[in-house]
């Protein structure tokens, strides 16, 4: 189907030359997207036709501004079927710059999304961890394999992304993929910040994202209880690489630390109060929100432990984070602990049973956590039956229902009349 494709000739009357002359514009126009520049031509106002288009009159100056104009079409249609015939889609930009002699960079999805993995590269264990590079270059090669699969192709220039791109490579990640919801959300996000550095840097006329919501499903992640805890903390573990795991996950259930803050945790990070206590002062990997945790007697002990054992100036002995999760199911068997356990259950059990289920204000608990306001600790800290009871108990108590009440009930048993 043939695209809406037209060429406008028009003078700039809003600025006029020295002379006195108008500048001859064009205007080109494809699909409601357009491109403007000059011509280099120029005319006395009085001597231009509007509805035409053109110089008026059959004057030798006429005659050769609109032979000028003509050969201008021409060469815009001739661009323009050239760029259909090998089966691209044209834009005003890409006319404009066929004519001035600009050669089009080759922008292709994969060069934009390797220009960011590379940028993100830069950035790691600064202001990036592992794992989010790690995840990026995962990205990466779903697109290339999607790519191959859908397109039976190596890349794609970036004009043919469309919206019917970006749906596929959500139902490729979903369907063929198995991966799951939210996973597969953040792996859109990371396609749209390729496109949206696309856009922003002239290489994409429309955004492929425009009319698309990224949502995520809230995710029920469990803690482990006191109880659960202590069996943690308690049971003899003969093999070392499991007692490390114990370990390194038992601190970050004392401090509320995620996997890449623990990972990257120094002695910089460290520091005595006022008050003689030592506490940990760190700005997270993932936000850079500063999190203040004063350091309990279980995470000091560890610290104790693998101090100077480590290379790079870190404190403890975190391998990486498939491991981690690996040995953290192996743990969770030897326990006896009948939770999925992950390194993020850790932060879930530091904000609900250490914290929240201790009596520590919701304010404080986002302050170690490193949040910067109230709602994304409450995801973290769960509101359990054990404090809803406890919270309940405490209003009976200030209502005094369970000895003399200072509050009457409105209703005795006689006064109520039977349902019917």
Same mark, same amino acid.
């Given at each position: 189907?043939?695209?809406?494709?037209?060429?406008?000739?028009?003078?700039?009357?809003?600025?006029?030359?020295?002379?006195?002359?108008?500048?001859?514009?064009?205007?080109?126009?494809?699909?409601?997207?357009?491109?403007?520049?000059?011509?280099?031509?120029?005319?006395?106002?009085?001597?231009?036709?509007?509805?035409?288009?053109?110089?008026?009159?059959?004057?030798?100056?006429?005659?050769?501004?609109?032979?000028?104009?003509?050969?201008?079409?021409?060469?815009?249609?001739?661009?323009?079927?050239?760029?259909?015939?090998?089966?691209?889609?044209?834009?005003?930009?890409?006319?404009?710059?066929?004519?001035?002699?600009?050669?089009?960079?080759?922008?292709?999805?994969?060069?934009?999304?390797?220009?960011?993995?590379?940028?993100?590269?830069?950035?790691?264990?600064?202001?990036?961890?592992?794992?989010?590079?790690?995840?990026?270059?995962?990205?990466?090669?779903?697109?290339?394999?999607?790519?191959?699969?859908?397109?039976?192709?190596?890349?794609?220039?970036?004009?043919?992304?469309?919206?019917?791109?970006?749906?596929?490579?959500?139902?490729?990640?979903?369907?063929?993929?198995?991966?799951?919801?939210?996973?597969?959300?953040?792996?859109?996000?990371?396609?749209?910040?390729?496109?949206?550095?696309?856009?922003?840097?002239?290489?994409?006329?429309?955004?492929?994202?425009?009319?698309?919501?990224?949502?995520?499903?809230?995710? $029920?992640?469990? =803690? %482990? &209880?006191? @109880?659960? +805890?202590?069996?943690?903390?308690?049971?003899?573990?003969?093999?070392?690489?499991? *007692?490390?795991?114990?370990?390194?996950?038992?601190?970050?259930?004392?401090?509320?630390?995620?996997?890449? $803050?623990?990972? =990257? %945790? &120094?002695? @910089?990070? +460290?520091?005595?109060?006022?008050?003689?206590?030592?506490?940990?002062?760190?700005? *997270?990997?993932?936000?850079?929100?500063?999190?203040?945790?004063?350091?309990?007697?279980?995470?000091?002990?560890?610290?104790?432990?693998?101090?100077?054992?480590?290379?790079?100036?870190?404190?403890?002995?975190?391998?990486?984070?498939?491991?981690?999760?690996?040995?953290?199911?192996?743990?969770?068997?030897?326990?006896?602990?009948?939770?999925?356990?992950?390194?993020?259950?850790?932060?879930?059990?530091?904000?609900?049973?250490?914290?929240?289920?201790?009596?520590?204000?919701?304010?404080?608990?986002?302050?170690?956590?490193?949040?910067?306001?109230?709602?994304?600790?409450?995801?973290?800290?769960?509101?359990?039956?054990?404090?809803?009871?406890?919270?309940?108990?405490?209003?009976?108590?200030?209502?005094?229902?369970?000895?003399?009440?200072?509050?009457?009930?409105?209703?005795?048993?006689?006064?109520?009349?039977?349902?019917?």
């Amino acid at each position: 189907m043939r695209s809406t494709f037209r060429v406008l000739f028009y003078l700039k009357k809003g600025a006029p030359l020295k002379n006195g002359m108008l500048p001859i514009m064009v205007r080109i126009t494809i699909d409601g997207e357009k491109v403007e520049f000059s011509t280099k031509l120029e005319i006395e106002e009085k001597k231009w036709d509007i509805k035409s288009a053109k110089a008026a009159g059959r004057t030798p100056a006429a005659n050769e501004i609109n032979l000028k104009l003509d050969k201008m079409r021409v060469e815009f249609n001739n661009h323009y079927e050239k760029i259909r015939s090998v089966g691209s889609f044209p834009t005003p930009l890409m006319l404009k710059n066929a004519y001035l002699g600009i050669k089009a960079k080759s922008h292709t999805m994969l060069t934009v999304f390797k220009k960011i993995v590379d940028e993100k590269g830069k950035q790691l264990g600064v202001s990036i961890s592992k794992s989010t590079y790690s995840k990026y270059e995962l990205v990466y090669r779903r697109l290339q394999e999607y790519i191959k699969q859908e397109y039976k192709n190596t890349d794609l220039p970036l004009y043919s992304i469309d919206d019917d791109f970006v749906n596929g490579f959500e139902i490729f990640l979903r369907v063929d993929k198995k991966v799951g919801h939210n996973a597969t959300a953040k792996m859109m996000q990371k396609l749209k910040t390729s496109t949206t550095y696309a856009k922003s840097h002239g290489m994409m006329q429309e955004d492929p994202f425009y009319d698309k919501k990224i949502t995520f499903e809230d995710v $029920d992640v469990p =803690y %482990l &209880t006191m @109880e659960e +805890l202590q069996a943690v903390m308690e049971k003899d573990i003969q093999n070392a690489r499991l *007692r490390r795991v114990r370990d390194i996950f038992v601190f970050s259930c004392f401090t509320g630390l995620a996997y890449s $803050d623990t990972y =990257y %945790l &120094t002695e @910089e990070h +460290l520091y005595k109060a006022n008050d003689g206590k030592m506490w940990i002062k760190k700005p *997270r990997q993932k936000t850079k929100v500063i999190a203040d945790i004063p350091l309990l007697e279980v995470p000091l002990q560890i610290l104790d432990k693998y101090r100077g054992q480590q290379t790079g100036g870190r404190l403890l002995p975190v391998c990486s984070n498939q491991k981690v999760n690996q040995y953290l199911k192996e743990l969770a068997t030897v326990c006896g602990i009948n939770k999925e356990l992950t390194y993020h259950v850790a932060r879930y059990t530091f904000a609900t049973s250490l914290t929240l289920l201790h009596d520590v204000p919701m304010a404080s608990i986002a302050k170690m956590l490193g949040h910067t306001n109230i709602r994304q600790t409450q995801h973290y800290a769960k509101a359990t039956n054990i404090l809803l009871s406890r919270s309940m108990q405490n209003l009976s108590e200030q209502l005094n229902l369970r000895g003399k009440s200072s509050v009457s009930c409105p209703l005795k048993p006689s006064d109520s009349a039977p349902l019917k």
